[in-house]
């Protein structure tokens, strides 16, 4: 049940924003897809707004994870194994 | 590349149908993205370093881990990263076996490493003590001004493991720059064997001691993955990973107890006794498949930045998983910020996850199965880390120092609980 709760909020979310509806943020601002010019993408070009922000520490996180957890992956492909205990 | 990026910013230009209101902007956009390139190309090498510490509770498991990312520009086209990590791991790990009071076997120390005694009854845990190096090489090499290939290379080596890896990405933008797809391959080696060479046979009685050769294991993954930018403020990603390895899967350290619940005639309570003990068996292959998606977006006056990300997992041993992450970074002023971080994680059990062998008739044999493993991690399991960054810029490089703490609960392993501390300190040098 758990699962199924998760899994429909995940896809609810997706569909509502790949299909352009609007939501509102902390701020109140409305979220809505758009399209973004060259000169606009100041934003997007901080080292914040960057899907990993931090390499090292996802790095590190998943190594963590992956020696303590059954699953793995995801983010990308390549980088070493390990026999974590 | 700053020349191509001001042409191109002029061909939109160019279409806009009202130039003149809009002149300035794009001047100013022309010219700020040059100075940016140039300063990229001037600051073409970073290397960030950082010291990482993670502790068990329980003197359990303890890991200091350095690394040192080096990033660097070759040319225009060509990006470099050389990734140098050194792991030293010590401390306890369950094997797999109860906690007895009364325990009928001899053990003989798994991992060929030391052992240690719980309440004076059977060893269920191992101390241990290993290093690890990793080295990861990376080149990315941009085709053309819309589609770059990455090629990578990875070697892990421990006192019982080794790994080799390589991989290659190819990345392709949309001719507007807002959406990215890549598709991606990987392949690794593996090497796995106990510090004293070999592996055990599987489900074979711990006391036999019966020793086959040293395990190796291939891997492949595949990965397909879109990210588009949504809109000023944000930009979203998903990924599907599709992965499948075949040899030797088996934790070579790991056991299950063949035991039955006694009662004690003082106290009432019932406890374990182990009657026999063996080594455990997993598949010799293992399909994986995982779709992940994430989302950063900014909001607020004060830039705040929420990251967040979802991913699910399922593979062919029943194990099946949710993984939600989430972070929020408050800038504190122009140069520093603080940044919360939750992670929930849950899984299901693997088909042949047991706790124990559990005879409760001693006099009659109990039928092995095909597989069986008593290790935690494949026991349905919930995890939750709780964290907080602190960051900030330094003279030519950036800070970073957090603490984070992780709860793990197991549905049946005999160690029901994992509790660990991390701390990480960092630091980015920025060469101009």
């Not at chain 1, 100041?42 to 080292?47: E, G, S, V």
């Not at chain 2, 590349?1 to 130039?19: E, P, R, S, Y």
Request: proline share 2%.
């Amino acid at each position: 049940m758990n699962r199924l709760l998760i899994t429909l909020s995940i896809s609810v979310g997706l569909t509502a924003s790949l299909s352009g509806c609007s939501f509102y943020n902390a701020a109140g601002e409305a979220f809505t897809m758009e399209n973004v010019e060259p000169w606009q993408r100041d934003i997007l070009a901080q080292d914040d707004m960057q899907l990993d922000p931090d390499p090292m520490r996802t790095f590190a996180d998943e190594h963590i994870y992956f020696s303590k957890e059954a699953s793995t992956g995801g983010r990308g492909v390549g980088g070493g194994g390990c026999g974590c205990n | 590349m700053a020349v191509v990026l001001a042409v191109a910013d002029v061909g939109v230009i160019k279409n806009m149908n009202n130039i003149k209101s809009n002149l300035s902007i794009a001047t100013c956009t022309l010219l700020g993205g040059a100075a940016q390139q140039a300063n990229a190309i001037e600051n073409s090498w970073d290397l960030d370093s950082s010291l990482l510490y993670y502790s068990e509770d329980d003197d359990r498991v303890s890991v200091t881990k350095a690394m040192a990312f080096l990033t660097g520009d070759l040319s225009s086209d060509d990006t470099v990263n050389v990734n140098l990590v050194l792991d030293t791991m010590s401390g306890a790990t369950p094997t797999g076996a109860v906690r007895s009071k009364n325990s009928s076997v001899s053990f003989s120390s798994a991992s060929g490493a030391g052992s240690s005694t719980i309440d004076g009854g059977s060893v269920d845990r191992v101390n241990f003590s290993d290093t690890r190096l990793g080295i990861a090489l990376n080149w990315t090499h941009s085709q053309d001004r819309l589609t770059s290939i990455s090629y990578g290379g990875s070697l892990s080596v421990e006192k019982d493991y080794q790994s080799y890896g390589a991989s290659i990405n190819y990345n392709l933008d949309s001719e507007d720059r807002l959406t990215t797809y890549t598709a991606g391959f990987a392949g690794s080696f593996d090497e796995i064997y106990r510090k004293t060479d070999g592996t055990p046979e599987p489900l074979s009685v711990v006391d036999d001691n019966n020793m086959f050769s040293n395990g190796e294991r291939y891997s492949y993954d595949f990965i397909l993955g879109v990210s588009k930018v949504l809109n000023r403020k944000t930009i979203g990603q998903l990924n599907y990973t599709i992965s499948y390895s075949d040899g030797y899967h088996t934790d070579p350290y790991k056991v299950i107890s063949e035991a039955s619940l006694v009662e004690d005639t003082d106290t009432g309570e019932f406890a374990w006794a182990e009657l026999n003990r063996y080594y455990e068996a997993r598949p010799d292959s293992r399909l994986r498949h995982s779709i992940y998606t994430s989302m950063a977006h900014q909001y607020g006056d004060t830039g705040e930045t929420v990251h967040a990300s979802y991913r699910f997992y399922t593979d062919d041993w029943g194990i099946s998983s949710n993984t939600f992450d989430l972070t929020h970074r408050t800038p504190l002023s122009a140069k520093s910020y603080i940044e919360p971080h939750f992670r929930y994680y849950q899984q299901s059990a693997a088909d042949f996850f047991v706790h124990s062998f559990v005879n409760d008739d001693v006099s009659t044999p109990i039928i092995l199965p095909e597989f069986a493993s008593a290790d935690y991690r494949l026991d349905e399991s919930v995890g939750i880390t709780t964290g907080i960054e602190y960051g900030t810029k330094l003279s030519g490089g950036n800070f970073r120092a957090r603490i984070e703490f992780i709860n793990w609960q197991y549905e049946e392993a005999e160690y029901d609980e994992t509790k660990a501390l991390v701390l990480q300190v960092s630091y980015q040098k920025l060469f101009d």
